[in-house]
């Protein structure tokens, strides 16, 4: 079946180093969402790629949709405590309105 | 101030039991889903919603049930059936249209002794 696969499962950074996390599907995406959710909290929508190789910035965060439309990454720059949290991507199941699939998500922890 | 309702934030129960885990939205929105979260597994579909009086499964909906008498209301049971019921859930809704994004409940943090 439709599979959304996210690396890596973890990541521990230092305070100030980047990190970048990558989101693979097995089909090809009409769009991919990304979310993030704070520890003990619940998920976040942050953004929305539709274009095959868009790229789209939020301050540090950087976001690119491959082009071929089945992967897709989030890169933060200079990784602050306040970017702590579970990042995860989603793509719609297929020939599914708003039914979204999610990748097991990327935890990121940064030590001060 | 619009949003999506949880209720309660945590809950326990005996196994065996069944329960019910209440979720309310003013966003007007038509589509509703209930997730399921367990630690390094993300968010798994239970069952959604897109019209009153309607539902669909998800990936994991057996030993859950559900309705939708309501376009605010999307209340889940989980019953006896559901061989590993704690979990983190989390209720969302969204507009039905493609690309529309979730809006996701504090979640339900059920625990089954």
């Known amino acids: 079946g439709q599979q959304v696969m996210q690396i890596p499962q973890y990541q521990h950074v230092q305070e100030g180093e980047d990190f970048t996390t990558y989101c693979n599907s097995s089909t090809t995406l009409s769009n991919i969402q990304w979310y993030k959710q704070r520890p003990g909290g619940h998920p976040v929508f942050l953004i929305q790629l539709v274009k095959s190789g868009e790229v789209k910035k939020q301050k540090r965060l950087t976001f690119q949709f491959g082009e071929a439309k089945k992967n897709s990454s989030l890169h933060i720059t200079a990784t602050q405590t306040t970017d702590v949290g579970t990042y995860f991507c989603?793509?719609?199941?297929?020939?599914?309105?708003?039914?979204?699939?999610f990748g097991k998500g990327t935890k990121l922890s940064v030590k001060p | 101030d619009g949003g999506i309702t949880q209720s309660p934030k945590y809950l326990f129960r005996k196994e065996g039991q069944n329960v019910t885990l209440s979720c309310e939205q003013n966003l007007n929105h038509d589509a509703m889903y209930w997730y399921r979260q367990d630690p390094g597994q993300g968010l798994r579909l239970i069952y959604y919603s897109q019209i009153v009086n309607d539902f669909q499964k998800g990936d994991i909906a057996e030993g859950y049930s559900v309705s939708r008498e309501k376009k605010e209301s999307f209340p889940l049971t989980v019953t006896s059936a559901q061989k590993n019921p704690t979990a983190f859930y989390l209720c969302?809704?969204?507009?039905?249209?493609?690309?529309?994004?979730?809006?996701f409940g504090n979640g339900t943090r059920l625990t089954v002794t």
């Open positions: 969302a809704s969204s507009i039905v249209q493609l690309n529309s994004p979730l809006h």
């Open positions: 989603a793509g719609p199941r297929g020939g599914s309105q708003g039914n979204l699939i």
